[in-house]
């Protein structure tokens, strides 16, 4: 099995270099709400979580850290929230084009809306929309999301591809109940989606949440699922997740090192940063967020990568 492993692993690298070369991409994530309508059954932010300390950022804090985040030199702002409707669809529209005036790429990430809304976010001037669909195994999904719809969830995908955005989706990895068949399902669906980019990360139970006592993903698991990716979609970008990063030290290296290409480092500013808690122990929370770069550099330069 372990030899598996690693000629697995060996060929993912190798396609990864042909297709995108050695740099690793940025992409600085702004996470300016905590607040979620949903309540998934294995999500810190679920709408039924008392215990968690809400925020949200406003528009003009939001525009700033952007400016902030674009004078460090990352060219992708990731604007992340949960499903929060306290945020109307004109206060996102103006907060997206005058992002977009700082000369960046903008990426979504912020659930299920309309197609009219995501029309009305192309025009302002998003790039990207990130939108995992967790699990393609209907009757899994719908247990962990029991107000949520599967199918709601690929329409959302598709009307976004239409649309012209770069996609992504991306599944986690240990869920309860998974199986190896289920995680078959997830590469199937991704193949047939052709997402530009799959975020995929291990299941980390959260202590708030109904799924507490369950075990968590692997970090063999979630190294196999990057791996095997990269193969079908070789042309995908791939972070290297903070969650991996959470579970294993160098996790977002090993991730790099067998298929990924992206990192997305937090620039959440202080307070908010440690209270956007979809998983427990999430590193760096308590760092100032401009001051991880340099460290981050290091880290990657260090398995002979380079930072664009």
Known sequence: MEIYQDKLYALADSIRAREKGD??????????SNYCRRNCLYCGLRRDNTKLGRYRMSPEEIIKRAKEVAALGIKTVVLQSGE???YKLKDLVG???????????VTLSIGELSTHAYRELKKAGADRYLLRHETANRKLYEVLHPDGSFFNRVRCLYALKDLGYEVGA????GLPGQTDDMLWEDLLFMEKL???????GPFIPHPDTPLAKEKGGTLEQTLTMIALTRIILPKANIPATTALGTIHPEGRELGLKV???VVMPNMTPQPYRPLYQLYPGKIC??????ACLPCLKRRIESIGRTII
Do not use: C, H, T, W
């Not at 740099?23 to 300016?32: A, K, P, S, T």
């Not at 907060?95 to 000369?103: A, D, Q, T």
């Not at 929370?285 to 401009?290: A, G, K, L, R, T």
């Open 95 to 105: 907060i997206v084009s005058r992002i977009k005036e700082l000369g960046v790429y």
């Open 285 to 290: 929370v308590n760092e100032d967020p401009d």
């Open 170 to 173: 991306g599944n986690m990895v």
């Open 259 to 261: 298929g990924a290409n």
């Open 23 to 32: 740099v690793v991409y940025l992409r600085g994530i702004i996470e300016f």
């Open 84 to 86: 929060d409707p306290y």
């Open 194 to 200: 052709q997402p530009e980019m799959v975020g995929i």
